[in-house]
């Protein structure tokens, strides 16, 4: 008898030691928080005189951030979250907030439901008006949805003259993410996505050589490719329109010696400063390329009438020594 009740004891200690993972129907753990990284996936926006910082609060990490300024019902601090992938939450989503201090007593967290076009906005919980005691706070979605935003108000705090801590927001959603998704990257694996060969990146920009892009992909460095395509708006065959007012060549140059570069063309100072976008150079030395040719072919015009005059002159000419022969026979 004492062997078996060991017996149970030792496996009722397992049991209790055993891992319990987040269900469809429970949460039990943070791994499924839709949430993580947040500002890298999704977009997000705070308002408000006393504001947390934003990195802080998706980062898995549970270190709190705490409010300079204390909290008023007036003038409350609002973090919108927007962009969250539309899956239905079916048996159960959870949102919540957690902090190590300074713990919210008045909020408010509401959801946009796009399910069946219902494009509205649902609270989730509210204590605006009531006080609440804790420093966690997690409640199922009351009404099941696709909710592809997320917007936590909070009104009052019990910190130090009305300041708030907040160390994560987290919506636990089983059925929309991958287990700690967006949490072992800084750079989330929803904001890097691949499908169908393809690995493409909708937010942000992406540096090479350089810790701070400044456009979509900046390289720091020598790009090596067989082709470049560039998209334009407009080209330059505007030159070949009728009524183009095509500078003369004294225009050109009177510009040069004031300049010391083409109309049109940057200096070689401001490309040092500026750099050159390849899509508008390119359009540039095109207009350049067909002035050109129109200077071209007005040169082969003139230089035809000159042909014309010399031919003249010329059979003019022979007519007259012809003539000249003629009359040097007569006097012989």
Known sequence: MKKITLLLLFFGVLASYAQVITTNRNPVGLEHNLLFNARDRYMVTQTGS???DLNMLFDGRFAPSY????LQMSDPTVILIEGLPPTHTQQGGWIGWSTRYWNANRFKIEGYDTHNTANTWRIIADYSGMDYSGYKFLVKIPVPGRYTKLRFTFYTATGNNGRLGVSELYFIHPEATI????LYQQ????SWQSGSSKLYYEKGNVGIGTANPDTKLAVNGTVHSKEVKVDLDGWSDFVFEQGYDLP?????EQHIKEKGHLKNIPSAGEVKENGILLGDMDARLLRKIEELTLYVLELKKENQLQYTRIDRLAEENRKQQAEIDQLKKKKE
Do not use: M
Not at 179 to 182: T, V
Not at 187 to 190: G, H, L
Not at 248 to 252: D, F, S, W
């Open 67 to 70: 409010t300079a300024a204390p």
């Open 50 to 52: 006393a504001s947390l």
């Open 187 to 190: 750079v989330s694996a929803n």
């Open 248 to 252: 003369t060549l004294e225009e050109v």
């Open 179 to 182: 287990p700690y998704a967006g």
